[in-house]
């Protein structure tokens, strides 16, 4: 990938980079598509939007601490820095991962003790649907996280790892508004 | 404690106010408004990750483009859907 046109020395992307950015595209389209259905089910219905904001406010606020630390993972696992840096952040954020999680299980052990069950409201069946794709995304990014803080990986491996890892995090930045914050 | 680092915690700390924000922006009574506020301050969320923590603005073109070209796709997706449901009388 050396030579490109108007590309100088450090500027060039690894294929590695370029095909995780084409794959983070596919998702934004069955993300985008799922945030669409979201918002037509809103314009559908009356009142404000029956979850708790207060949780999910927190775990937007965990999600974003772990990206954070992934950006420092990255940052740590370059050239310049020594073996193995890169482990305590990534430790951090796989376990930040696993407290989103765990507020998500407490919230839906809420959301069902509220009466708020798969059902007749769309929009309630959509929470459901974009709240478990989030979490099975963060699943598999946690075990991403803390496979590579258990081995020496490449820089390109952080890189790619901590992309997908921005990605599940900026899900959640929309699907919070769109599912919690619903004026009534 | 190095430059880039700090720029990394400087954005974090952006993050959080805009969540806060918009949390706080939540009580009050503005209607519609309200979702253009709430969605107007998860864009700028979302520009502060894919520049910053996410890199793309200091990425090879191609890389931008391939990450601009899902950005495009959906723009058309939710232009067209939205231009239907939004009009029907």
Sequence with gaps: ???????????????????????????????????????????????????????????????????????????????CSGPGRARLPLVGAAALGVAFLA???????????????????????????????????????VALLAGLALVRPQPSTVEAAGLYWHFVDLVWVFLYPALYLVPG | MDRRLKGLLTVWLLLLALLGATFGLSFLPWGAWGNAASLGIAAAKAALIVTVFMRLGASQPLVRLAAGAGLFWLTILMALTLADVLTRV
């Design chain 1, 1 to 79: 990938m050396t030579g490109r046109t108007g590309a100088g020395p450090g500027t060039t992307a690894s294929p590695g980079q370029l095909g995780l950015w084409l794959f983070l595209s596919t998702e934004v389209m069955m993300f985008g598509a799922l945030l669409l259905a979201i918002t037509l089910a809103r314009l559908g219905r009356s009142g404000a939007a029956p979850f708790d904001k207060g949780l999910g406010a927190a775990n937007t606020a965990i999600l974003l601490t772990s990206s954070l630390l992934v950006a420092v993972a990255v940052e740590r696992s370059g050239p």
């Design chain 1, 103 to 141: 507020v998500k299980a407490v919230e839906y052990r809420a959301d069902f003790a509220k009466g708020l069950v798969p059902g007749p409201d769309l929009f309630v069946n959509l929470y459901y649907v974009a709240t478990a794709l989030h979490a099975v995304h963060l699943t598999i990014g």
